[in-house]
T-cell receptor
Framework: DGGITQSPKYLFRKEGQNVTLSCEQN?????MYWYRQDPGQGLRLIYY???????QKGDIAEGYSVSREKKESFPLTVTSAQKNPTAFYLC?????????????FGEGSRLTVL | AQSVAQPEDQVNVAEGNPLTVKCTYS??????LFWYVQYPNRGLQFLLK??????LVKGSYGFEAEFNKSQTSFHLKKPSALVSDSALYFC???????????FGAGTQVVVTP
């Protein structure tokens, strides 16, 4: 079955540590996205990538970094510079950025900073 | 810049009754409109979209939505709600083909037996 796989599902981090969230898709989609979800705030875009080796900042990129070395993979690193990293993180993909296509989402990763 | 509003934080409905989740939007160009549903600790699932054509759009799980250009609304509806429809629903809008996708804050639907 085609889809998006995020790992780990749950992650605990001590303050000052970097963590990397994995996102892999086998849908052959060009575009991939990372969103952050906080209660009552909807989804906020962190980073997106339209093609391999290219990515752009979203609305809340500070304290985060990404890479897109392969079409199917778009890992997100939450750095120690992110002041409030506890949140639910969602990875998504679409055929291309923009257009009429909908986003396909992974199951999410919940990060808790202790 | 585009925006989307879901005016109700929560909608309560009895099983078997009609369900409506409201969404209004603001764009400068042609709106591309989407509805997603999220169950606890899960990702979002696509329900339906309006791009062009018939104002009444039918989607998954018996849901439909009506695009109203004059009222800039895209309300989600289901004629007869099920307890299993209890979830968080998100409306999203894109301003034309290359606009950014903007999500609403979400509406929690609670369906009681």
């Amino acid at each position: 079955d085609g889809g998006i796989t995020q790992s780990p599902k749950y992650l605990f981090r001590k303050e000052g540590q970097n963590v990397t969230l994995s996102c892999e898709q086998n849908l052959n989609h060009d575009a991939m996205y990372w969103y952050r979800q906080d209660p009552g705030q909807g989804l906020r875009l962190i980073y997106y990538s339209q093609i391999v080796n290219d990515f752009q900042k979203g609305d809340i990129a500070e304290g985060y970094s990404v890479s897109r070395e392969k079409k199917e993979s778009f890992p997100l690193t939450v750095t120690s510079a992110q002041k409030n990293p506890t949140a639910f993180y969602l990875c998504a993909s679409s055929i291309a950025r923009g257009g009429t296509g909908e986003l396909f989402f992974g199951e999410g990763s919940r990060l808790t900073v202790l | 810049a585009q925006s989307v509003a879901q005016p109700e934080d929560q909608v309560n409905v009895a099983e078997g009754n009609p369900l409506t989740v409201k969404c209004t939007y603001s764009v400068s160009g042609n709106p591309y409109l989407f509805w997603y549903v999220q169950y606890p600790n899960r990702g979002l699932q696509f329900l339906l979209k309006y791009i062009t054509g018939d104002n009444l759009v039918k989607g998954s799980y018996g849901f439909e939505a009506e695009f109203n250009k004059s009222q800039t609304s895209f309300h989600l509806k289901k004629p007869s709600a099920l307890v299993s429809d209890s979830a968080l629903y998100f409306c999203a809008v894109r301003d034309g083909s290359w606009g950014k996708l903007q999500f609403g804050a979400g509406t929690q639907v609670v369906v009681t037996p």
